[in-house]
């Protein structure tokens, strides 16, 4: 059915128009309607652009955690956090011995004490059921002395490559895991089945068409350690096929081993796709996160001498699994936050472009926080593309200086930089390590500063405007899945994602643009959100 919306504030992503026409789920024609018949709809003056890409995320994670204790509204101290736990159980009535999860902590907000949990700690809030709390950032999780008993682990347990366990002096677990060592907890909790795959997909598919999202680009298949990617993807595209997938994925396909990504390549699954789900690029996760302390760093962490975080891989094994993947036509993106991580992702992939060399490769760097000036010429020269997360100035922009100290800290969450410099890049969430909320991302990336705060910006030379904020979230997300092509902009031709805003974000305060609501979110010409109160 051909329908034309017409009476907006319509950013096409290469300029402003008033209407647009929609049939058989692509913009038809752009600008001026001709009166062809069909429906109208009177867009009462709201701003419209493309619908939003996220373009690095987790999207079944997401799922998953929005059945979990809500822990980000409990960090405000210590006791808070467990009195939400303690609360939780109290109102979900899990069945006696059943394993509690939660997530979404941050001890650097507590008030109380600065530390993470441990399992005395959660030993208060329950002693018979197993409880697994994770940080936001998803790279440590804190279990209880119930939760070590059913794990088997304890004194004579060993550390894991690539993560660690935190012991007290008599060798006793705490009950903190870090980066790989989380695989030894998450490896004995159940996954669900397809049905549950599919339930997790679909509460996190109508999260994201609230927050306007009509495409992500999704690390999934290394949610349920043990389980394989198969089941996963199989969720996906039976919900591809049956159009109740309302979110178009990109899967950023995680392994961590060079049999299983040879394994999956030689099936010819990462060739395969459609409009609503297709594999991308190889997926690695190479360092934790600042936060915690784990991302990689060339140098001592400024207020924790001890350390320069975790790498997950060696140059070895980083070497390997990108020399496969780009000899085999497969893009890359490898998570890198810290510098030292950092270092190591470039060495990879210019080695193996070295190889292989490829024209339009379009291999990524996911995050690339704390960077140093001549690594962002190596990313250029490589033509390397760049995954950033504007929202997490939001925590960052507070502890960036104490944690790296200020000569890292004052070349490091470059965005203008790369534009100026002419290396691409998009924007997302990293949900559910940040809430999938599209305009406070734009709003961290023109002001450069904590949501709500007052402070001075961090590095105001590297604020965005709002349109390039706007489009690293739009057009620029589907040139890193080579798909700029058929989405990101209105433009004929192009698939019908689109948003209708409460207000013009280029007309909005730059520190009230978190603020501006969704009204109504469409895939492919059909709606699949629209505000209760909102008519047009």
């Given at each position: 059915m051909r329908t034309t919306f017409r009476g907006g504030i319509v950013y096409t992503g290469d300029g402003f128009t008033d209407s647009f026409t929609v049939e058989n789920g692509r913009f038809i024609r752009v600008g001026a309607p001709d009166g062809d018949g069909g429906e109208t709809v009177d867009l009462g003056g709201r701003f419209v652009c493309a619908g939003f890409n996220d373009s690095h995320m987790h999207l079944l994670n997401l799922g998953q955690t929005l059945s979990m204790a809500d822990l980000t509204a409990h960090t405000g101290s210590l006791a808070e956090l467990l009195?939400?736990?303690?609360?939780?159980?109290?109102?979900?009535?899990?069945?006696?011995?059943?394993?509690?999860?939660?997530?979404?902590?941050?001890?650097?907000?507590?008030?109380?004490?600065?530390?993470?949990?441990?399992?005395?700690?959660?030993?208060a809030v329950s002693r018979t059921h197993p409880i697994c709390i994770t940080r936001a950032c998803g790279h440590i999780c804190v279990v209880n002395s119930r939760a070590l008993e059913l794990l088997g682990i304890g004194r004579g347990t060993p550390q894991p490559a690539g993560g660690r366990f935190s012991v007290d002096d008599s060798g006793e677990p705490l009950g903190q895991f870090f980066e790989n060592a989380l695989d030894l907890v998450l490896k004995a909790m159940p996954a669900p089945d397809g049905d549950g795959l599919r339930g997790c997909i679909r509460a996190a598919c109508r999260h994201l068409n609230r927050r306007g999202i009509t495409s992500c680009q999704s690390d999934d298949y290394a949610v349920f350690p043990g389980l394989g990617y198969r089941p996963v993807m199989d969720a996906f595209r039976s919900m591809a096929a049956d159009g109740t997938l309302t979110v178009r994925v990109n899967e950023q396909a995680h392994f961590t081993n060079l049999p299983d990504l040879q394994a999956f390549v030689e099936s010819g699954d990462f060739r395969r796709g459609d409009e609503r789900f297709k594999n991308g690029p190889l997926k690695?996760?190479?360092?934790?996160s600042l936060g915690a302390r784990t991302a990689y760093l060339s140098r001592p962490y400024q207020d924790?001498?001890?350390?320069?975080?975790?790498?997950?891989?060696?140059?070895?094994?980083?070497?390997?699994?990108c020399a496969y993947a780009n000899a085999h036509g497969m893009q890359i993106a490898i998570h890198a936050i810290g510098d030292g991580m950092l270092d190591r992702v470039l060495d990879a992939c210019e080695k193996a472009l070295a190889v292989h060399p490829r024209r339009d490769h379009r291999h990524g760097v996911v995050h690339c926080q704390i960077t140093r000036p001549d690594q962002l010429e190596r990313i250029r020269k490589l033509g390397m593309h760049v995954y950033l997360q504007s929202i997490f100035l939001d925590y960052d922009a507070r502890i960036v200086f104490d944690r790296v100290g200020p000569a890292l800290a004052g070349t490091s969450y470059a965005a203008k930089s790369l534009l100026q410099s002419g290396v691409t890049f998009s924007n997302g969430s990293d949900a559910p390590v940040e809430d999938p909320a599209v305009l406070r991302g734009v709003e961290c990336a023109v002001t450069r500063r904590s949501i709500g705060s007052t402070a001075p910006p961090y590095r105001p030379e590297e604020a965005l405007s709002v349109r390039e904020a706007l489009d690293s979230f739009t057009q620029y997300g589907a040139y890193a899945s080579f798909e700029e092509n058929c989405k990101g902009r209105i433009r004929a031709g192009m698939l019908a994602d689109f948003v209708v805003l409460g207000e013009n974000p280029f007309e909005t305060a730059p520190d009230r643009l978190h603020a501006i609501d969704v009204l109504a979110t469409y895939l492919g010409g059909a709606c699949v959100y629209r505000r209760e109160d909102v008519r047009f």
């Open positions: 009195d939400g736990l303690r609360s939780y159980i109290r109102e979900t009535k899990p069945a006696p011995g059943a394993w509690v999860r939660g997530r979404g902590f941050n001890q650097d907000y507590f008030a109380d004490v600065r530390r993470f949990p441990d399992r005395f700690d959660l030993d690695m996760l190479g360092d934790g924790a001498p001890g350390t320069r975080g975790l790498p997950v891989y060696t140059q070895a094994q980083l070497d390997a699994m």
